[in-house]
């Protein structure tokens, strides 16, 4: 068994320990595997180990490991790409033409282009609204009172499908703390579930806060470091 294997495998358990104890069910969390900063090669061992979603920060890396990972035979069956990083009006291209989800959406104009620039030969493209929930000045993320709005607007594109909403809390050692960012998150996802059919994505919790994610209601968990090690 590889090292990123092993990995895999307590993240999977930790998954299933975290549903469990709320009485949800393990299949209803979507593993994210966030590659950001790592090479093909652990991204192959990943993809060994029976992962298909992956995740990924910054234009040009990841358009360059997408490029040359659909070239390569060792990838048969075909991977599902989320931009999760922030993303500049400038660099919506490269996402729209080579991903299937950017879960980074923070404002209409990157909606909009992504969605004029996405290719007709590809199905819509996969959007999650990043909701900053602790209103800090430097996270990205569209506020709790705009999200709303945005979600309306977002809806209305016909080259985008709206899914959900990501977040990253803000870092705090107090667990009530974190825990009430996370039921303010799932309050929004409800709402939006509500008025449009096709949301189903609560995406949070990554490495450091998986299991109160998961009790408050996550769908999906993006694991960087538990998976891949530490970045640089
Ligand atoms: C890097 C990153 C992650 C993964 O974080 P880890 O703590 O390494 O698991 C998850 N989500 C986003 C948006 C990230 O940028």
Redesign the pocket.
Known sequence: MTNIQKQINKVTQKITHATTQVHRNEHEIQLLA?S?TKPIQLIKEAYLAGLRHF?E?YVQESVEKIQTIKLDDDFQDPIVWYF??PLQSNKTRPVAENFDWV??VDRLKIAQRLNDQRPDHLPALNICLQVNISGEASKSGTTLSQVIDLASQVSDLPRLKLRGI?A?PQKTENLQHLEKQFDELHNIYQKLQILYSEVDTLSMG???DLESAIKCGSTMV?????IFGA?D
Do not use: A, H, L, P
């Not at 993006?222 to 538990?226: A, L, M, N, S």
């Open positions: 966030v950001k995740g920060n999760i990083g879960q980074s990501m990253i990554m490495s450091g993006r694991i960087g470091t538990d970045r």
